[in-house]
């Protein structure tokens, strides 16, 4: 299949615009040398997952920004402002990474998923992004679904499209049995932000 790069290009409020993946699969996955060209800031609807193949990359996600080695990964929320660039003292940094919508591991907004696992965790203003860094035992499982997901989907087999969705709803389920929503009505400074 086809592993793109991610040349990003955005509207006047950073919002990213570019398809990823197609009405009836909406995925793309990216392969990105960070050395050569950096992610600039910018969001979109979908959510994304990244994990590091080679050196160190600075992810900056909402006011944070994190440094991540080699086999470390990231989520970034639907709607997140972030961005991707070089890691101090590395000199190589590659990251592969994949964008989708929602509704690919969430189906119709009727559903189970959508309902119990997809909503909440877009609703949820306490988990806008979430890094994998082997400080919690359940990040090497994250990190391996984000690989399976790329791998399927780069390899392109009969049925892959089942593999990336396995991958990625595996994924979605340890971010909610490991970060349970919390019920909060969010500050009107976080309003404002989740705004902008």
């Known amino acids: 299949m086809n592993i793109s790069i991610c040349d990003v290009k955005t509207d006047s409020y950073g919002r990213e615009i570019r398809d990823h993946g197609t009405a009836f699969f909406p995925i793309s996955i990216y392969e990105d040398n960070i050395a050569e060209m950096p992610v600039p800031w910018h969001w979109h609807d979908e959510f994304e997952v990244l994990c590091v193949t080679a050196g160190r990359v600075a992810v900056s996600a909402g006011k944070s920004t994190f440094v991540l080695s080699e086999g470390e990964g990231f989520f970034i929320n639907s709607g997140i402002l972030h961005a991707v660039e070089m890691g101090s003292g590395s000199k190589e940094a590659i990251i592969h990474s994949a964008v989708f919508h929602p509704r690919l591991i969430g189906g119709n907004v009727d559903s189970v998923y959508w309902q119990d696992y ?19 035992a359940w990040h090497e499982s994250a990190v391996n679904s984000i690989r399976e997901a790329w791998t399927a989907f780069r390899d392109g087999k009969p049925g892959f499209e089942f593999e990336v969705r396995n991958a990625l709803s595996m994924l979605i389920f340890q971010l909610e049995f490991n970060n349970p929503t919390v019920k909060k009505r969010p500050s009107e400074k976080e309003l404002r932000d989740n705004e902008r």
Not at 119 to 132: A, N
């Open 118 to 136: 997809v909503q909440p965790l877009i609703s949820d203003t306490s988990l806008p992004y979430k890094l994998f860094d082997a400080s919690e």
